[in-house]
T-cell receptor
Framework: KNEVEQSPQNLTAQEGEFITINCSYS?????LHWLQQHPGGGIVSLFM???GKKKHGRLIATINIQEKHSSLHITASHPRDSAVYIC??????????FGTGTLLAVQP | EPEVTQTPSHQVTQMGQEVILRCVPI?????FYWYRQILGQKVEFLVS????????KSEIFDDQFSVERPDGSNFTLKIRSTKLEDSAMYFC??????????FGSGTRLTVV
């Protein structure tokens, strides 16, 4: 069983829709990261969370430590949001354990 | 904004050859990492480096792999005798306590 599970694996949305991507983990963590990977392959860090909620522009990330669950929300989605969104957790050491990612396609 | 720089962006090598992947982490970061992503799979941890020594390594990071920080700025990953299954995207990253990671743009290694 994967230590970090994401759902859905694939998501197609219409421009303007509200999007939610979920992440569940089974290990103790010091922080949870949401990352974005574009087709060229580069990885960009979106959020690092250890509790509560963070917002940056149209992106919102929440975490519930007791339930070992995090969500990434995109409001007013746009085709340029199309990418793979990856949840990764950081444990007692500094290494990240990655989920398999959610492939998001936002259609105009 | 500070960046992690990786070179080369693409490398093709013959099976059995040695390759060195290079990275310049962010200057005030203290932790350095190599990750890899085989095509179509999730990103996997290889090794972390702190205070001029390996702090953690995965089962993937066997005797064929080594890391160095030779001059205080560069951080290299060496694969001594490449195998076909080493073909992957290799990401360097750096971090400092309490802050998130910064990833490089990756080196796509193809072993033929």
């Amino acid at each position: 069983k994967n230590e970090v599970e994401q759902s859905p694996q694939n998501l197609t949305a219409q421009e303007g829709e509200f999007i939610t991507i979920n992440c569940s983990y089974s290990v103790g963590i010091s922080a949870l990261h949401w990352l974005q990977q574009h087709p060229g392959g580069g990885i960009v860090s979106l959020f690092m969370l250890s509790s509560g909620k963070k917002k940056h522009g149209r992106l919102i990330a929440t975490i519930n430590i007791q339930e070992k669950h995090s969500s990434l929300h995109i409001t007013a989605s746009h085709p340029r949001d199309s990418a793979v969104y990856i949840c990764a957790v950081r444990g007692a050491t500094n290494k990240l354990i990655f989920g398999t990612g959610t492939l998001l396609a936002v259609q105009p | 904004e500070p960046e992690v720089t990786q070179t080369p962006s693409h490398q093709v090598t013959q099976m059995g050859q040695e390759v060195i992947l290079r990275c310049v982490p962010i200057s005030n970061h203290l932790y350095f990492y190599w990750y890899r992503q085989i095509l179509g799979q999730k990103v996997e941890f290889l090794v972390s480096f702190y205070n001029n020594e390996i702090s953690e390594k995965s089962e993937i990071f066997d005797d064929q792999f080594s890391v160095e920080r030779p001059d205080g700025s560069n951080f290299t990953l060496k694969i001594r005798s490449t195998k076909l299954e080493d073909s992957a995207m290799y990401f360097c990253a750096s971090s400092r306590p309490g802050w998130g990671y910064t990833f490089g743009s990756g080196t796509r290694l193809t072993v033929v």
